[in-house]
């Protein structure tokens, strides 16, 4: 053992202490050491803080180089670009579901009849809906025969064929959800309401999509 | 390979020379003399044929991605390039599409035989859970592969599989999107999907190589089960070479017969023929189905009628896996002497296969004849719906309730206390050994 002093003057400049090893400092108490240090603190404290400190230097550095790698897969600059579409809904006739793409998805744009109207209506407080919601909010006011949806089943998204299933609106082949006419989800393990895209109608009957 | 000590002598100079530097024929030697339990039978070729089977995969593969064209206007195109104008693409592409489904056959069978011998237990837990990352990454990659070719089955499958990930509560959707590179699949998620199926067999690779790490620190599990004291090492234990590199290259060339039946006489049978219509993002194929390997875990994910609980479902059928060491009471390793576990887990091999032929089919069809009984809750009880859900039902308590229970309540037959103990004296049963004795001996 070296004396008090020795230890001092090493570890005033900084350098590690000769002739002594790490573990020869963990015998001692605090008041020891902070008797040995004259107040300024023990070697243990200052390397625990150089490895916390470098630690987290390393992970922050590791954060850093990480984020670009991840950040590349997320949607680039010009498929974003792809964000609007506009359409003429007077194109639909009656009855008629027309389908277009809108950022690689398939949206509906359905002309429905007056009595597809009057049953979605009909069904707006039924006690099967899992996701409640009236006809008027999954349409424009003044265009209630036009109903857009996203052509997606919410379960797993494939695509709902229109005209079969127990409610008389859309049913998915893949898993068996059914849809009413109105596009809520009504049987069956989707969780949702087909999506109603963010649209409106710009000029007449033209809609503007996203 | 701890209590293995080596028996290779460098005999040439070269050899002497290169032992002091790298000591790589050392390894291949005390490789190849790995002690090994003489009475492995033949369900224990399957790790060798599964060797096989990854190092044709990534043969083939890389073959194929020098003449695959990962984009959405090219991707189909080049694929019946490669069957109609590359010289031997046609076969090179046949081995590696069968290839996965004789993966697939022979992870299966290596799996079951390692839950009916006990594998998994002490002391050969991380064997197991290595095994099951592979197992988890097989699937991965498999999944990958199969967008590869852009058809409607590769397409609607990446619909329906990325679209589990949005089923998780609030990241889902962002993740989603982040995962395809865009809002629907498209040329962006078939690039990296290519990436990462070419990436994935090399991380198998490691895997694997910590996989046989771990079987040759703990060693080989054998059919009686039990550990080999090591003063009986020497009557019990063979070399691996050339004992068990002949039984296993016999089970090789028997495997290699089934699978040349199905690239050269029936490539087509274990895929789905909507997968040579071209990718169409508007029209869905009137029957979704993933390839016969998925189809357990797809009817697993069917069952529940909630969508994140049946994403949690399936994955939960394989993760019950890697805890599976924890779930399994019993002191006896193999069932063989646990009579009453045997018949579980006959029972267990049916399901699993009843879960497969259930994923195939529509939830709402019936099972039997054309006729209705009742409404059960939400579907009719004579529908694939409910006979998954049953079958669901044993699968997890099969791992949860069973497995627990039957190891603390069951009385096993007498466990030998050596391998050679049944040989000789002609009968599996012994006398002497009380049950579960013979463990405490390892």
Redesign the interface.
């Known amino acids: 053992m070296e004396t008090g002093s020795a230890k001092g003057s090493h570890r005033r400049d900084g350098s590690a202490p000769r002739g002594r090893r790490l573990r020869d400092f963990r015998g001692e108490t605090l008041a020891e050491s902070v008797v040995n240090e004259n107040g300024s603190g023990d070697d243990a404290t200052r390397r625990d803080f150089i490895h916390i400190a470098a630690g987290a230097a390393a992970v922050g550095a590791g954060a850093v180089i990480a984020w670009p790698l991840i950040n590349q897969m997320n949607p680039a600059a010009d498929t974003l670009a792809l964000a609007s579409i506009e359409f003429d809904t007077s194109k639909v006739q009656e009855g008629q579901q027309v389908v277009i793409t809108w950022q690689g998805k398939p949206v509906f744009v359905r002309n429905r009849t007056a009595a597809e109207i009057a049953r979605a209506k009909a069904d707006d407080h039924a006690n099967d809906l899992k996701e409640p919601q009236t006809d008027a909010e999954r349409t424009k006011a003044g265009h209630e025969p036009t109903l857009v949806v996203i052509g997606s089943c919410t379960h797993l998204g494939c695509i709902p064929t229109f005209g079969t299933g127990d409610f008389g609106g859309w049913f998915c082949p893949c898993h068996g959800s059914h849809y009413d006419v109105a596009g809520r989800i009504r049987k069956g393990p989707a969780p949702k309401n087909l999506v109603v895209p963010d649209y409106e109608f710009t000029a007449g009957a033209t809609i503007k999509i996203g | 390979m701890s209590e293995h000590e080596s028996t290779y002598v460098p005999k040439t100079g070269v050899e002497k020379w290169l032992d002091s530097r790298l000591p790589i024929i050392r390894f291949g030697a005390d490789y190849m003399s790995l002690p090994t339990p003489k009475n492995l039978n033949y369900w224990w070729t399957f790790g060798g044929i599964l060797a096989l089977c990854l190092v044709t995969q990534i043969i083939t593969g890389i073959v194929l991605a020098m003449h695959y064209t990962p984009n959405t206007a090219m991707a189909f195109a080049s694929v019946e390039r490669i069957m109609r104008d590359v010289n031997g693409g046609w076969l090179i592409r046949y081995v590696h599409a069968n290839g996965a489904s004789m993966f697939f056959i022979a992870v299966y069978v290596h799996m079951l035989r390692g839950l009916y011998y006990g594998s998994y237990k002490a002391p050969r837990e991380m064997i197991w859970i290595l095994g099951c990352v592979i197992f988890f990454l097989m699937i991965a990659t498999a999944f990958l592969g199969y967008v590869l070719p852009w058809g409607q089955m590769s397409y609607?499958g990446a619909?329906?599989i990325?679209?589990?990930i949005g089923a998780i509560p609030v990241v889902g959707e962002p993740v989603l999107?982040?995962?395809r590179?865009?809002?629907?699949?498209?040329n962006?998620t078939l690039n990296?999907f290519f990436s990462l199926h070419y990436l994935l067999p090399f991380v198998i690779f490691g895997v694997v190589v910590l996989h046989l790490w771990a079987l040759h620190t703990s060693g080989q599990n054998n059919p009686v089960g039990i550990l080999i004291p090591k003063e009986r090492a020497a009557k019990d234990m063979v070399p691996f070479h050339p004992y068990f590199t002949v039984k296993d290259g016999f089970a090789v060339i028997l495997f290699l017969i089934l699978f040349s039946l199905f690239v050269f006489f029936m490539p087509n049978a274990l895929g789905h023929a909507d997968n040579y219509i071209p990718a169409n993002?508007?029209?869905?194929p009137?029957?979704?189905v993933p390839e016969w390997y998925m189809l357990p875990f797809y009817a697993i994910l069917?069952a529940?009628?909630?969508?994140?609980g049946?994403v949690m479902a399936m994955f939960g059928a394989i993760g019950v896996l890697f805890i599976l060491p924890w779930l399994d009471t019993s002191k006896v390793r193999s069932m063989r002497y646990r009579p009453t576990m045997r018949t579980f887990f006959i029972i267990f091999v049916v399901v699993c296969l009843g879960l497969g032929w259930c994923g195939g089919q529509?939830?709402?069809a019936p099972v039997i004849g054309s006729f209705k009984t009742f409404n059960l809750v939400?579907g009719d009880l004579n529908s694939f719906l409910w006979l998954t859900r049953f079958l669901t039902a044993y699968y997890f308590a099969f791992f949860l309730i069973i497995m627990p229970l039957v190891g603390l309540k069951e009385t096993p037959l007498p466990v030998p206390l050596s391998i050679s103990e049944p040989v000789l004296t002609g009968s599996d049963a012994m006398t002497a050994a009380a049950p579960a004795q013979a463990e405490k001996k390892g």
């Open positions: 609607w619909e329906v990325t679209n589990l999107i982040w995962l590179g865009g809002p629907a699949i498209d962006a990296r993002p508007l029209q869905t009137a029957h979704i069917r529940i009628p909630d969508k994140f049946g529509l939830p709402d939400d």
